[in-house]
């Protein structure tokens, strides 16, 4: 357990007047009488409590009733154990048990406050998937082991095939979770969508240290699909569409020119899937002005569309 919910625990025994010393401490949350000691003096002397020792009550009380601890009744610290609370369970992860007790330690810790503030605030993903509590325990567990992981992966076109992986990212990319692992089968480092591992369980074999793995490779273009090769897209958007990109993140290498008319998009791109998703989704407000292999591949998709609606 953290110092800082140490802290928060004997705050409130102190306010309940039980009268808490260091072996109460230490025997709450397993740690040495030498460790819940320091955590009594950070909190006495770091954090200004008005702590007094009763001899007679063996233990400590606050000399000043309406001392809280200097973030305990912050709007922002509030404010953002709460988003931390929402965006797990927007993120698919509200079935797991760690979540849970998160929101119920929560609640304890800060003020009534928080309780009014979760109510305020709304987070609102789209195409959100759930996660298998067990299989996400699983990778995360993996991951702090440095262990390889046994997989049963689903293909989108449901076919399963068995891998043994080594598990070096986890990524949340627009609501849903990924696997970045060095796959035994394919000699190489795939993604996985966690959504479509059907079993997973810790292999007894150990990551060598000096397994390869890149971090540029999740970094150096747009998008979560990667691929070979960077190139830049340039994408003129219009009318509001303009406004709107004004003001968006898409990558750390982007570049974005005010032209007349609108905005000129330059991103890297190694894969051309995601980046016509999002050309398209701005419809006539958005043109591609190269490179021509992604301008021909929008202009594909677009007659593509156009032919299903006119035989309708």
Not at 222 to 237: D, M, S, T, V, Y
């Amino acid at each position: 357990m953290s110092l800082l919910e140490r802290i928060f625990y004997f705050h409130q025994e102190v306010l309940k007047d039980h009268y808490p010393n260091s072996r109460m401490l230490a025997a709450q949350f397993e740690v040495s009488v030498a460790t819940s000691k320091r955590d009594i003096v950070y909190l006495r002397d770091r954090l200004l409590a008005p702590l007094a020792f009763s001899h007679e009550k063996n233990g400590y009380f606050y000399r000043e009733k309406s001392f809280s601890l200097p973030f305990e009744d912050s709007p922002r610290v509030i404010f953002f154990l709460t988003m931390l609370n929402k965006l797990a369970g927007e993120a698919g992860l509200g079935e797991l048990k760690e979540v849970r007790q998160l929101e119920s330690r929560l609640s304890s810790m800060v003020s009534s406050s928080y309780g009014k503030l979760v109510d305020c605030i709304s987070c609102e993903w789209i195409e959100v998937e759930s996660i298998d509590p067990h299989i996400f325990e699983c990778i995360t567990e993996g991951l702090v082991k440095g262990k390889f992981l046994g997989l049963v992966y689903r293909s989108l076109q449901g076919q399963d095939s068995t891998r043994e992986v080594a598990p070096q990212r986890i990524i949340n990319y627009q609501g849903r979770w990924y696997l970045l692992a060095y796959c035994s089968l394919r000699c190489s480092t795939r993604l996985f969508h966690i959504a479509r591992i059907c079993k997973a369980e810790i292999a007894k074999r150990k990551i060598p240290p000096d397994l390869p793995f890149d971090h540029k490779d999740l970094t150096q273009s747009f998008g979560i699909f990667k691929g070979q090769g960077i190139r830049f897209a340039e994408i003129l958007f219009t009318s509001t569409a303009a406004e709107l990109i004004r003001h968006q993140h898409w990558h750390k290498d982007q570049r974005v020119e005010e032209v007349e008319g609108g905005i000129h998009l330059h991103l890297p791109v190694s894969d051309y899937r995601e980046i016509t998703m999002k050309i398209l989704q701005y419809g006539a407000m958005a043109r591609v002005i190269g490179p021509p292999e992604l301008r021909q591949k929008v202009k594909a998709e677009i007659l593509s569309m156009a032919k299903m609606y006119s035989s309708a």
